[in-house]
């Protein structure tokens, strides 16, 4: 057996986990067994991760998007442990408890006011699953069940199951394998790339056809709101947003919008879709909610669209997970919240990318760098060519940084908390990559 380590590990130690670890354990979108051994992580304090060597590295990647104020923070730690001491978890079906209700009053509170129902879901790609059957249920509450297709944009990512891999990028995505498995959505052309890019009115055009041609079978439209996160790390320009929630309403189309990436401040805004000044129907939330420490997600939605569901047939919600509403997750969420609320975020974010904006000036002139680009604290290398995700990680380590590219991509989106002089690391990193592409 291996030993639950508090500190170190001797070699010998770390060297049988490993081999265990390859041998039997997956690690996301990886081979088995696998063909490199994943880093030994024995703790996390602020924004580093200690190894079992005891090397520390800056964390650029904030555990995908989610621990926004670093790790082992004393207040979210005691909203854990606090609540640890009165219940872990209660089932939801029937019952409620204190830090469920606390967290729903939260996001109500916080996001935009139309959306005014909370659904408790156990990770973000469940919270997608959700919102799709929020809007399919919605039309056939309506007697109208041949509103079952979705509009989305390419370039999409809104998790790993097959409801959700149905609306990523059917091409570039990671799911193209199960194209002949999945449900038919509708699929325009990425929105052109760039935060302040004028908006193209033949794109514009071409994406309101398209929604005219489908409308009679669409149930809502669906899209990560300015960036678009794993399915290529593309920023684009808010009107192409508002473009969306024109052409809903237009055709009567819920506007689902996936915040799992972009919410709680990550773009410079505390949501997405507050850049272009557009309310959703329905919203997803994920990653940052518990601030990086327990696996939950919500799906806010109007009170149109819960009227809706609950006045059809059905009059229920088809949804219920074992863990909804999990009470530590709950604890946690709230705390992160008042935590983020209670600090100037804006600022942080402001300040990570100015410091990435300037550090990474002049990366897109070497030769193997098809483009940088940054927004609030998300700072983007796309290489030409996919890159060694091997050499990549070393040269960060090199730099004492932790960054895991996928693809062409490498990335970085820092805990808020990172100092100047960390994000000058992660930036220092970026570019000896960028060289070396
Ligand atoms: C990560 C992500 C998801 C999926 O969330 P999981 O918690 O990994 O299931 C969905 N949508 C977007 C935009 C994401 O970034």
Redesign the pocket.
Known sequence: MIPLQLGRMSPRETERMLEFDREHIWHPYAPMPAAVSALPVVSASGVRLTLADGTELIDGMSS??AAVHGYNHPKLNAAVTGQLGKMAHVMFGGLTHPPAVRLAERLVEITPEPLTKVFFAD??????EVAIKMALQFWRSQGRPERRRLLTVRGG????TFG?MAVCDPVNGMHHMFTDVLAQHVFAPPPPLGYSADPDEAYLGGLAELAAEHAGELAAIIA?PIVQ??GGMRFYAPEYLQALRDIADEHGLLLIL?E???GFGRTGELWGCDHAEVVPDIM?L??ALTGGYM?M?ATLCTDRVADGITSGEAGVLMHGPTYMANPLAAAVASASIDLLLSRDWRDEVDAIEAVLTSELDGAADFPGVADVRVLGAIGVVEAREPVDVQSVQEIAMAHGVWLRPFGKLVYTMPPYVCTEDEVHHIAAALQAIAESL
């Open positions: 995908w998007w990770s973000g790609s469940v919270g997608v990512y809104h998790g790993d959700d990560e996160g794993a996936d799992i990436a972009t997803c994920g990653k696996t997600a």
